[in-house]
């Protein structure tokens, strides 16, 4: 299709020489106008000089590209003068144009804009005899002086406070005429504006306007070129993958005007509703009005078609005969456009199988197209449309699975803003989005009255420096929680998301001080029992109460999760601690618990003082007499589990976190817990210290605890061994996994593995049963992937940690990686936070090794990973690459990791 020297594509009334199919060398736009013209859709003729030339723009410089497409621009003019039966440059009838750029990917705002490019001085009396309409002629004049001279010329104010300076001098001669609207300025003021400009063009760049249209035109595309390397532009490429490589094309259409009088509109249009996703055709346009006017929204919108409109007036609060009168619809204002408009819609979402946002200009009763892409939309429509179009025959089932983008399907599974309250919202600080969701309640700093203010009905956010498994309950009945320090895997975020619960973490500007109960943002200080807001999808904080609505799981999302099973390869189980978070995932589709952090149920009611008991004891007799009181609670919990997942695996993960966790560390806390177990403070004290660890993440934790103290994973395996057998008695099915953490050598594993296996075969003599159950290991130290077939050797299957993982390999602490990651991140140092998309270069290499190693000895090993990246697309793709068998991930991201494993397995 394409020769090497062909640099430049006309479209026209009978004549398409690019495609669709062609969006690399034609950019977005470009293609999609040349695909319309081959449709028969109208649109404005013109021609897109390709993406290459402007590659070639950046890597040889100007010169050499005006050599390269000099010719075929000419003869690209001479298409468009014969289309039209103009003349450029002719200044009795000129023939105008639009500059516009147009990359690969949609990049909205890289570069404004130009029209009504042709004019100058002469000319503009010519458009005024032909149009009999001198202010539109003036006013066409005066947006191109102040759209060239801005994008092409570079008048930008002098400063970020600075006003535009073209507004400014509008602004001036409204004043003088005692005018408030653009529109109240007659054919007189705008030639006067035009000279201005042209004046302070002189004066600050120190060239004159230029009026040859040549010139004109060659500036405009060189500016769109050199707009692909300036700095909105390479941050918005930064942002969203998209390689400079790529570079834009240029489209140059000739003018239609949406301008010249009452006849004429303009206006955009969704061939689907964008919100909803329903099957209606909506969209907006304005009577006597060109594009920027519809954006700048001066003028109130009217609707295109009538029950669109209709729906508009009841929610605007418009009676029926002032719509009518002020605001009819396109469809009773236009009857025979409105069906054009229609028409062209319906062919070009059939054409592109895709909700479609077009846009559209009428010329004194003529429409023309002028724009269409598969738009935009939310999480809820992007569901609801590919199910529909899936029933509706338009798209088949891979397709349709890959319509939805995973992470967007967080919008229907929590709270959201209500839209309108949140517009006019203030923000007051950002931190990480560390669980989706919105949340509005009263500052409270202390888990325990976030306890006793929930008890009362109040809806409360728990706003914590950093928080610990004691606040547990406290977030649990919290609406949402805000944290001044930790990162995407602190304890706030994967306990918040585990519940489902809005979480914002590692806000830094925000400072807690507990003892005067307040929160100081800045200057800002707010008390306890104020009202703040957090949109946990953003990371955002607000002031004040914005009201939310939940969220609505529609039939479609049902669909579409069948789908995924028909489609995905890997299982996907949930994180999940408590029946009622096994509910939760069961319900979402979850086929087994990757990960039960067993300490997440030391905290609850009676049994923190039983934990403490044992903590405080002086030798194992002691610990031994504290355990045998947590033993009923702990096969209670395991009852519970298994009861909810019956028939489904549930794994349980021995103790993991360092012992210190569970001793309270302030004075006043510790004195009630002195009283409470009728020991001395100074035992207390004493114990704290001994347990203090400079880095508690690398100190006594996960398996070194269990070895030192072989009597706690003895009462934990019991507790599931009898909790399972008392399940199956009820007529249950339960399958068992028990975990090791923390592994980094076999005979670390071993050491576990006999004491569990030990306890099994007690417990199994004294029910006279027995019990198939898999125990297995975390790999979640660098050393225990390294070892990967000597423990596979001796362990039933692997979980990947990848928690632990990242942070050991990385050498970056989970807890406080948020100081300096923004940086690395802003700095490209890391692509993305790998603590929450894997970082495949490094640890993923890793996982893949630990893999093929574990299944070079095992071949039926099984293999999951329990990290927060199961719950992360991105990871998620990357696993089953790696041929993992499950991802677990927190119970309200499993639909996310379903749709993402059947992506990934039809990607393969
Ligand atoms: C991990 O390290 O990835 C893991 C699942 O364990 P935790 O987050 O509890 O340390
Ligand atoms: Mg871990």
């Known amino acids: 299709m394409k020769s090497p020297e062909k640099f430049v594509y006309v479209f026209g009334s009978n004549r398409s020489e690019g495609a669709a199919a062609m969006k690399n060398l034609l950019g977005g736009k470009g293609a999609n106008l040349a695909e319309m013209c081959r449709l028969g859709i109208t649109v404005p003729s013109g021609f897109t000089i390709s993406t290459e030339a402007c590659t070639a723009f950046t890597e040889q410089g100007r010169d050499a590209v005006f050599e390269l497409i000099q010719g075929e621009v000419l003869a690209g003019v001479k298409f468009l003068e014969t289309e039209m039966g103009k003349s450029f440059g002719d200044a009795s009838d000129p023939l105008l144009l639009s500059v516009r750029s147009g990359a690969r990917a949609s990049m909205p705002g890289m570069m404004d804009t130009i029209l009504n490019l042709g004019l ?187 029950v669109g409109s209709q729906r508009w007036a009841e929610l605007a609060l418009v009676s029926e005969e002032e719509r009518q009168l002020h605001y009819p619809s396109l469809q009773e204002l236009m009857p025979d456009i409105y069906q054009q408009l229609l028409h062209a819609e319906t062919t070009l979402e059939n054409h592109f199988r895709d909700m479609q946002d077009i846009e559209f200009t009428i010329q004194q009763g003529k429409l023309w197209m002028l724009q269409t892409r598969n738009g935009k939309r939310t999480g ?42 949140r517009k006019a919202a203030v923000i007051l600080a950002r931190g990480l989005p560390a669980s989706p969701g919105a949340a509005t309640g009263q500052i409270v700093f202390h888990a325990d009255e976030a306890e006793t203010w929930a008890k009362a009905g109040k809806d409360v956010i728990l706003v914590r420096q950093e928080t610990s498994p004691e606040d547990l309950r406290g977030m649990s009945v919290a609406r949402g929680i805000l944290t001044a320090r930790g990162g995407m895997t602190s304890h706030a975020a994967v306990v918040a998301r585990g519940m489902g619960k809005c979480c914002v973490s590692g806000a830094g500007a925000v400072h807690v001080d507990l003892k005067a109960r307040t929160m100081s943002i800045g200057e800002a200080v707010y008390h306890e029992g104020d009202w703040i807001s957090l949109d946990g999808s953003a990371g955002e904080v607000y002031a004040g109460q914005i009201a939310t609505k939940d969220a609505e799981l529609s039939g ?284 495949q270069k490094g640890v993923g290499v890793l996982v893949q090794m630990a893999v093929e190693k574990g299944r070079s000895v095992r071949p039926d090993l099984e293999v999951g990973v329990c990290g927060e990246h199961g719950g992360d697309p991105v990871s998620v793709a990357f696993f089953d690459q790696a041929g993992l068998d499950y991802v677990s991930c927190s119970p309200y991201r499993v639909p996310i990791a379903r749709l993402a494993a059947a992506q990934a397995a039809i990607a393969s």
């Open 120 to 306: 100058n001085d002469e000319a503009v009396l010519g458009l005024a005899r032909k149009t009999n309409d001198a202010r539109f002629a003036w006013d066409s004049y005066r947006r191109f002086v102040q759209m060239y001279g801005d994008v092409v010329m570079g008048l930008k104010p002098v400063s970020k406070e600075d006003h535009d300076p073209f507004e400014v001098i509008i602004d001036m001669v409204k004043a003088q005429k005692g005018v408030k609207l653009d529109t109240d300025l007659d054919a007189d003021d705008l030639k006067e504006l035009v000279q201005r400009f042209k004046s302070l063009i002189r004066a600050r760049i120190g060239r004159d306007f230029p009026t040859d249209p040549w010139e004109q035109l060659w500036g405009a595309v060189w500016a769109v070129f050199e707009s692909w390397n300036n700095e909105r532009a390479c941050v918005y490429r930064e942002l969203n993958d998209i390689p400079a490589s790529w570079g834009t094309a240029v489209n140059v259409q000739v003018m239609v005007f949406g301008n010249l009088g009452d006849s004429s509109a303009t206006g955009v249009a969704f061939s689907r509703d964008a919100g909803t996703g329903e099957d209606l055709f909506n969209g907006e346009f304005l009577v006597n009005a060109q594009g920027e006017d519809v954006v700048a929204g001066i003028r109130t919108p009217q609707q295109v078609s009538l």
């Open 556 to 839: 479609d999302f049902g669909k579409l999760m069948a789908l995924t099973d028909k489609y995905k390869r890997m299982d996907i189980r949930a994180n999940a601690d408590t029946p009622d978070e096994a509910m939760v995932a069961r319900n979402f589709g979850a086929t087994g618990i990757g990960l039960c952090r067993t300490e997440h149920m030391f905290f609850e009611g009676a049994r923190i003082l039983a934990v403490r008991e044992m903590i405080l004891a002086d030798n194992e007799a002691g610990r031994r007499k504290a355990l045998a009181k947590l033993l009923p609670m702990q096969r209670g919990d395991f009852e519970g589990l298994f009861r909810e997942m019956h028939d489904l695996p549930v794994t349980i993960r021995l103790l993991d976190p360092p012992l210190h966790e569970f001793l309270p560390h302030d004075e006043a806390n510790q004195r009630t817990m002195a009283a409470e177990m009728g020991v001395s403070l100074g035992k207390i004290r004493m114990r704290v210290e001994e347990l203090h660890e400079f880095n508690p993440m690398m100190g006594h934790r996960g398996c070194r605890l269990g070895i030192s103290y072989p009597e706690i994973t003895e009462m934990q395996a019991r507790a599931v061994f009898e909790a399972a057998l008392n399940v199956r008695a009820a007529g249950i099915h339960v399958k068992t996994e028990i975990m090791v953490p923390l592994v980094g050598t076999v005979r670390e594993f071993n050491a576990q593995a006999d004491v569990i296996r030990r306890t099994a075969a007690t417990v199994f003599a004294e029910r006279g049963e027995t019990l198939d159950y898999l125990l297995g290991s975390m790999i979640e130290t660098p050393r225990g992937a390294l070892m990967a077939d000597s423990i596979a050797r001796q362990a039933e299957f692997f979980s990947f940690g990848t928690n632990d993982l990242t942070q050991m390999t990385l050498g970056f602490s989970r807890d406080d990686a948020g100081k300096f990651l923004p940086e690395y991140l802003k700095r490209g140092i890391y692509e993305h936070d790998p603590f929450r998309s894997i970082d």
């Open 380 to 421: 809820s429509a992007m569901v609801r449309i590919a199910m529909e179009m899936l029933q509706q025959g338009m798209i088949d089932e891979k397709t349709a699975l890959q319509r939805v983008v995973p992470d967007r399907l967080n919008e229907l599974l929590h709270p959201i803003f209500d839209p309108g309250a």
